[in-house]
């Protein structure tokens, strides 16, 4: 899924630098697309019927051995208050890794990747160390970046250096200023997936 800059550029509107980040602070906060919506939206309805399901099955369980004082059965009323409990537990799970997974995408379109392969990969990095959540933000989200910077590199692009380094528009007919040096342009083909440069014979 491209971001709304990229979209933005491909309609021939280009932004300038605070532009671009008024419209990555305004995508993180409130963009969600309409099929994350509802996808998300069904999942929780029918981890909602299902917990339902179990609560009123215990419920009902609960309600049968109401009055009875036999010693055999009290194992049973046990049982079915556990039974309860954990519907309870599974449905606090489910909204939150609901909402942390909302905030992993929100958190996620601020950054820019070399590739979709990149994006996904790091989707699945943040997901596997299950980053505490509250009201909205990942504890460490900034820390698991420089870590999965670390750990896959050239996976992340870092914007405003290959802003300065390279202009990727320019009108027909001019020519691109040439990068500051050839290890940084090979750096930057590879970050970008292009392949290097043929050197002339």
């Not at 009875?68 to 409990?85: F, I, P, Q, S, T």
């Not at 528009?169 to 970008?192: I, L, V, W, Y």
Request: glycine share 6%; net charge negative.
């Amino acid at each position: 899924m491209k971001n709304i800059e990229q979209i933005l550029k491909d309609a021939g509107v280009e932004l300038t630098d605070e532009q671009k980040k008024a419209v990555h602070e305004g995508v993180v906060e409130n963009y969600k697309t309409k099929a994350e919506h509802e996808k998300a939206v069904g999942k929780i309805e029918a981890e909602r019927d299902a917990i339902t399901g179990q609560l009123e099955a215990a419920t009902t369980a609960l309600a049968g051995f109401e009055g009875v004082d036999v010693e055999g059965l009290k194992a049973e009323v046990e049982k079915a208050k556990a039974a309860v409990a954990e519907a309870q537990e599974n449905a606090k799970k489910a909204i939150e890794a609901r909402d942390r997974d909302d905030a992993v995408k929100a958190h996620t379109e601020g950054l820019t990747f070399s590739s979709k392969a990149a994006k996904e990969r790091f989707v699945q990095y943040v997901g596997d160390k299950n980053l505490p959540y509250d009201n909205g933000k990942l504890l460490g989200f900034a820390d698991t970046v420089e870590a999965f910077k670390k750990e896959y590199e050239n996976a992340i692009v870092d914007k405003e250096a290959s802003e300065k380094e390279v202009e990727f528009t320019k009108p027909m007919g001019t020519t691109q200023p040439a990068p500051k040096s050839a290890e940084n342009d090979a750096k930057m083909r590879e970050a970008f997936g292009l392949p290097p440069v043929k050197k002339e014979e």
